[in-house]
């Protein structure tokens, strides 16, 4: 049987085949449409699906059940779209809307949610039952799997993980509030201090790489900070102390039995984990008979959205 | 069909008869052995357990199974206590050992876990499937029931509440952590800040309420910030705003129906949720669209260690 994944944003939905073993068979990508009319949207994505599975030589009948991943909040037991600011979506009923085009069951939920599913069954996380994903993007998102399930909260409104102050009265976040993780471990929130860095040290090999403000990206202080910039390794460092404190939280909260690193800052591999798991161990709650947990990179990449989304779908 | 719930302290045992309603029958209390010799202390309570049932006229047979809530770091799946400071206990088997004696099933959680777990069932929370209890005492506990099940983390080590931090760098927690909520919404911490204060302000109402700082308790400021003394009632308001910081990080991680509060500073009642309630709706996170918890005092007050730890085995 096979499954199909949907993962929507702001600019394009991309959509893909995969088997129930979790091979990812064939995918495509369209825009979205600008209208943002969810009824437009749910027809695309059904021509979409039709148009793939065709080409792929795939009847109906073999196509087990559809999943979404869709930014914003989600009520996936309803399978509606409370609210997605990108999508100018509020109240909008995507899963029953794609199931009476298709015909087949429609399950939906957040994209960092999928992603975490997804990393969990098939990816970094594949080992274990229990795990914490933490996406490291423009924002910080994450999911929780707790013995294989997603954890979504009452009304699937939980697991806003980036919304977690550990700087009270701190920087200001996306959400209102201050001090969140967010506001200290999302790729903004690093561009942000290494430009403050950068403007306090006009010798820092990061002028280099990055030869005016406006050129500076998450790589800068991580990329200088390996050829022995100090003020970039002070970026780095604390960059790397402020997402382990979030961590660290997470661990004592959740206690999994790994913590999945996705996003853009995630292409830092060792040079993040390495250290981060140093100041996990050092920080979290317990003594030597409690499990810690590993700290892992996320390897479903650009496929986590489709293959977490048919992961809603994909029996266990 | 009558459920045995046993709440063991570092100084005493507490047992009691739950019927399969949740309306507790009997207790009594015993000395918890000082030897701290677990295999001492299961056959006090298999003997407490016998002496209650025969006192109530109760058979061997109409006794389902045994609960077991105890403090430290437990392993619920194996029953086994990994670690209890209080109790001088590592790697204790305590559920199969009292299994054996007494021939019955024996479940064990954690004392904040299965107060949760009771506070839901049947107490503040019964309303509700999807709860946090933190409790607010010498230190700060929590306990986590999801979909009317006890959360607890990869081997029973999660929903370290307390030990979450909030003020990077803050105040000194007695997990070796800087910043933890506990250094901030215990009674411990209160007591402290009450001290700060009082030292401070030598006119303040709180030196006639509490003559000597080491008459200072948790009480101390509420009382005097209720009589309008101003040091008092900022005592209070910071008080509540660094419990609120952490409840509102609950509240975006877990999104559940109600947080229940226990513990001794939860005798202020409405002075304690009101404000709480309102520093929660402004700083969790999302719109119109999201569900707001309730805010509650725990109502079990002494018998939810008993009630909570007989609700481990008490079927749905």
């Known amino acids: 049987m096979y499954y199909i994944g949907v993962d929507i944003g702001g600019t394009g939905i991309k959509t893909g085949i995969v088997k129930d073993d979790y091979t990812l ?3 495509s990508s369209i825009p979205t449409d600008k209208s943002f009319d969810y009824k437009i949207i749910v027809n695309d994505i059904a021509k979409q699906i039709d148009d793939l599975i065709a080409k792929n030589g795939i009847s109906k009948d073999e196509v087990g059940a559809i999943g979404i991943g869709c930014p914003g909040a989600i009520n996936s037991e309803k399978g509606i779209v409370d609210y997605a600011n990108n999508l100018y979506w509020e109240e909008v009923p995507l899963a029953p809307a794609l199931a009476e085009v298709t015909g087949k069951t429609v399950k939906i939920s957040n994209d960092a949610n999928v992603a975490a599913l997804g990393e969990t069954k098939c990816g970094a996380g594949k080992k274990y039952h229990d795990t914490v994903l933490i996406t490291l993007g423009t924002g910080v998102g994450g999911g929780v ?44 929130a690093l561009i942000r201090d290494t ?24 790589r800068t202080s991580f990329e200088c900070a390996k050829q022995g910039d100090a003020t970039a390794q002070k970026v780095v460092d604390e960059y790397i102390e402020y ?23 995630c292409a830092q591999g060792e040079y993040l984990t390495k250290p981060l798991k140093k100041f996990v161990h050092e920080n979290t709650y317990g003594g030597k008979n409690i499990p810690e947990p590993e700290i892992l990179i996320a390897t479903l990449g650009n496929n986590a959205g489709i293959i977490g989304a048919a992961s809603l779908v994909i029996p266990d």
């Open 145 to 188: 799997v707790i013995e294989n399930k997603l954890f979504e909260g009452f009304e699937s409104k939980g697991t806003e993980l980036g919304h977690v102050v550990i700087v009270r009265n701190g920087e200001q976040c996306s959400c209102g509030r201050k001090g969140c993780l967010e506001a200290y471990a999302s790729a903004t």
């Open 243 to 265: 997402l382990g404190e979030g961590i660290s939280n997470f661990v004592n909260i959740f206690r999994p039995q790994a913590i999945l690193l996705g996003g853009g800052v």
């Open 25 to 27: 068979i064939d995918k």
């Open 195 to 218: 430009k403050r860095a950068m403007e306090k040290d006009k010798n820092s090999l990061m002028w280099k790489f990055s030869p005016s403000l406006d050129k500076v990206d998450g």
